[in-house]
């Protein structure tokens, strides 16, 4: 998934994937920002992966890596309440909302990205455990 593209309305994205509210796109986007910058950040400073980045994509995994990773740090103990209450149960629910935007001109997307990629990437009781969260805070210094 790459940045945003264009500006779709707020209505055209949640006309397409169900029971999310604005916030939680908005989280998305901003988590897209958050995983792009840090998947490119590493691949800059690690020779093995090639330097510098090409593009601005990221992988639906990556993606879903990026956006635990960006709830924990907004939210943290907080985040799995923050994100069910949006609706946010599974990494799938990431995927019908990028490709919500993606329809509506709000992403894009490469011809190998599929809702697919999304599916079960973690288990949520296990990403956003106390103990996972405690740990992701301290590491990130929080």
């Not at 709000?106 to 011809?111: C, D, F, I, L, Q």
């Not at 009781?125 to 103990?131: G, L, R, V």
Request: net charge negative.
């Amino acid at each position: 998934m790459s940045k945003p593209v264009t500006a779709a309305t707020p209505h055209q994205i949640l006309a397409k994937a169900g029971p999310y509210p604005l916030p939680a796109y908005q989280f998305v986007q901003e988590g897209l920002r958050f995983t792009v910058r840090r998947v490119h950040e590493q691949r800059a400073h690690d020779d093995g992966l090639g330097g510098g980045p090409t593009t601005e994509h990221v992988s639906g995994q990556q993606l879903c890596m990026g956006l635990r990773d960006y709830a924990i740090e907004q939210f943290g103990m907080l985040a799995r309440p923050v994100l069910e209450g949006w609706s946010i149960r599974r990494t799938d629910d990431f995927g019908r909302m990028v490709f919500a935007m993606i329809e509506a001109g709000a992403m894009s997307k490469t011809p190998q990205d599929t809702p697919d990629d999304f599916n079960g990437v973690y288990d949520f009781d296990e990403a956003f455990a106390s103990e996972h969260v405690a740990t992701s805070m301290r590491a990130a210094g929080a």
